[in-house]
């Protein structure tokens, strides 16, 4: 909970979606070497191997909630394993990297395959392995060395200088998505009210002014009601088209993906609600229809700003369509314990 209170209170521009390269460290050489012994200029061999090279890994840190670390560095190296030394001495093996990210961040490679979906503050996933280090010459044995030189007609001193060269892995290509970890998602055209409502439910100070897309990212709240808990999360506006690149797009609609619920927020002021509850349903179907199967809590917002004869007409286009609805004010309050009521309910 601590993870989602910093979520509520942090000012930072969202960064939910970076692309990197992310490299393992090569394995060290195995040596060549020859230990030393009265009355022989060559001892026997004692190269010992190289050392293996780092792994990378990504872990969920507690203390992220964006990608906002990858915004400009996008290269990321594990160290290298070190050469081997004498006296069957192994290389130092390479450094692992560890890469922080926020809970609920999706990891997959340049091809689209998924590496692991992060939804746990413990998790961490290995996604570059290091290269294994090479053998140095102490592995030549005596039967080896008379077969090398039978079938690769090499004298005995060349054989001697056999060692592995270190494994050379190669750099590979990652994208991080981060899709918020949230119970409820608010939906809704743009100036629909949703931030406002977030402000009602939950301790969240979104932006609020009377000009649409006031919300250019997602912003959550923490809704307590009946001594139950849930985390609500107010997407920005998405208008007929949306899924075309209109207004701001679809893109935000990946951080509903994982909620249980839908809140669809549609003004009372509109001049058919209905018909604008319907664009924004088609719009979740062309994102996933997964999102558009979820579950939703249909709302009619601003009802103060109607006549009571006007807002009948409204409620009674949804009635026809036997679609229920929850007609409120946040700014008066009207409706807002039903719909607390209905939240704790449907979750």
Do not use: C
């Not at 897309?213 to 997407?235: M, S, Y």
């Not at 797009?249 to 604008?276: C, M, S, W, Y």
């Not at 924004?280 to 004869?309: G, M, R, W």
Request: no cysteine.
């Amino acid at each position: 909970m601590q993870l989602l209170l910093l979520l509520v209170k942090i000012k930072l521009k969202m960064i939910d979606y970076v692309r990197l390269k992310v490299k393992a460290g090569n394995g060290g050489s195995g040596a060549v070497s020859f230990a030393k012994q009265k009355r022989r200029s060559l001892g026997p061999p004692d190269g010992g191997d190289g050392g293996d090279g780092g792994d990378v890994y990504i872990f969920v840190d507690r203390n992220l909630t964006t990608l906002l670390p990858y915004r400009y560095k996008k290269d990321f190296k594990a160290t290298d394993g070190a050469r081997g030394a004498e006296n069957h001495k192994k290389g130092q093996e390479g450094s692992n990297l560890f890469l922080p990210v926020p809970a609920g961040t999706r990891v997959t490679d340049s091809k689209g395959n998924l590496f692991a979906d992060l939804t746990s503050s413990t998790e961490k996933v290995m996604v570059a392995k290091g290269g294994k280090g090479g053998r140095g010459n102490s592995h030549i044995k005596k039967s080896d060395l008379r077969t090398k030189i039978a079938e690769g007609g090499q004298n005995e001193g060349d054989v001697w200088q056999w060692h592995e060269p270190g494994e050379e892995v190669r750099e590979i290509g990652l994208t991080l998505e981060l899709k918020l970890l949230a119970d409820v998602g608010l939906i809704g055209l743009p100036n629909a009210g949703k931030s406002t409502l977030l402000s009602k439910l939950t301790a969240a100070t979104p932006k609020i002014a009377e000009y649409p897309f006031t919300t250019l990212e997602p912003n959550l709240g923490v809704f307590r009601h009946k001594g139950k808990e849930l985390v609500l999360a107010d997407i920005p506006g998405l208008i007929e088209g949306a899924s075309e690149g209109k207004g701001l797009g679809d893109q935000f609609l990946r951080h509903v993906e994982r909620t249980r619920l839908l809140v669809h927020l549609i003004p009372a002021d509109e001049e058919n609600p209905l018909l604008k509850m319907f664009a924004i349903n088609n719009e979740l179907k062309s994102y996933s229809k997964d999102l558009a199967d979820k579950p939703q809590i249909i709302i009619l917002t601003k009802i103060d700003l109607l006549s009571e004869e006007d807002l009948k007409n409204k409620i009674s286009q949804f009635k026809n369509k036997k679609i229920k609805l929850i007609p409120i004010s946040a700014m008066s309050g009207k409706g807002l314990e039903e719909l607390k009521d209905e939240l704790i309910r449907r979750i």
